[in-house]
């Protein structure tokens, strides 16, 4: 799988991809993190001027993801919309146009904090909605969660953290770029949305982590 890097992971093979999702192809299921989708739309509310168009962004990647993998669910691991005001019609307009091109996909939604305040997706978007530990149907030991956690058996899946990690080159060069995080049967995806950030924060010692540039997840790098 061109610019991927394989995970085994207690009996799952997970693929993280380039485009800051993953995948496992037992189950045909795609897994993205933190999308905020109506972000600018709240920060424009405010007056705040920020670019538009990102909700479109993050939906046609997405539409372009589930296409190339002829995917057949997508777990969201929280904070699927922002705020409330995602919530407005025109803010959530394009993610109904988006379910009705893809109305035999299976949408799971793992709440994470940003739905505590921005509520869940109207249920006219068929999103299945559960709540954190969520043991993934389909996969041998996959979890799905939004904030980092650990489980007695299996691998977490989670978000919420927006992982980067700082690359240093010669002449003092550095660059920041999204991973994935890896320690002790937790994976941290990188934040899918397009207008989200990352982290200031490094990742923590003894974890692995998977950057991802130039249209490739990069071999893990060990944190100390």
């Known amino acids: 799988m061109n610019g991927a890097q394989l995970l085994r992971l207690d009996g799952d093979e997970l693929w993280l991809l380039p485009e800051r999702a993953a995948w496992h192809a037992d189950s045909r299921t795609l897994f993205i993190a933190d999308l905020h989708l109506g972000k600018s739309a709240t920060f424009r509310a405010r007056g705040l001027p920020v670019p538009s168009g990102t909700t479109l962004e993050n939906l ?21 919309l922002h705020s409330k005001h995602a919530q407005r019609a025109a ?21 994470g904090n940003h739905e505590s305040h921005a509520g869940d997706p109207p249920p006219s978007l068929g999103f299945e909605i559960v709540d954190e530990p969520w ?18 058996v299996g691998t977490v899946l989670a978000g919420h953290w927006h992982p980067a990690i700082t690359l240093f080159g010669p002449a003092r ?9 890896l320690i002790d049967g937790l994976l941290v ?36």
């Open 91 to 111: 803010a959530i307009a394009p993610l109904h146009a988006w379910r009705a091109a893809h109305a035999g996909l299976r949408c799971v939604l793992v709440r």
């Open 173 to 181: 060069d550095r660059q920041r770029l999204a991973c994935f995080c």
């Open 135 to 152: 043991p993934v149907d389909g996969t041998a030991a996959l979890v799905g969660c939004h904030h980092p956690q650990r489980v007695d």
């Open 189 to 224: 995806l990188p934040a899918f949305g397009a207008f989200t950030g990352s982290s200031p924060h490094a990742p923590p010692a003894g974890s692995t982590c998977y950057p991802v540039g130039g249209d490739r997840v990069w071999p893990g790098l060990r944190v100390d």
């Open 60 to 80: 046609q990647r997405l539409a372009t993801l589930v296409r190339e993998h002829a995917a057949q669910r997508v777990v969201f691991l929280g904070d699927l």
